[in-house]
């Protein structure tokens, strides 16, 4: 059931969320890394739902401390959850 949510969710998700979400979490993006997020996303999610913590690794190259920190600790907190 989980897996199903997340997927329609992913299916609407648009930039302009993740740019949103960012700024409520007080995190600014360039559109560099709003891109990097949204293909992960968008592209990449059954490697994030499927725990291949490589994913990580390469979006750590790719965003700021801040955003990349977010998102790890994010991607622990509910992982067990897909």
């Known amino acids: 059931m989980n897996r199903y949510i997340i ?3 992913i299916k609407k998700l648009n930039r302009n969320d ?3 979400f960012a700024n ?3 995190i600014g993006l360039n559109s560099d890394e ?3 997020i949204y293909h992960y996303i968008k592209h990449e999610y059954n490697r994030i739902i499927n725990k291949d913590e490589s994913v990580l ?3 750590r190259e790719k965003l700021n401390s801040n955003a990349y920190n977010y998102i790890k ?3 622990y907190k509910y ?4």
């Open 24 to 26: 409520k979490q007080g």
């Open 73 to 75: 600790d994010m991607y």
């Open 7 to 9: 997927m329609e969710y």
């Open 57 to 59: 690794e390469e979006a």
């Open 79 to 82: 992982r067990n959850m897909f």
């Open 34 to 36: 709003v891109e990097t």
């Open 18 to 20: 993740i740019i949103n």
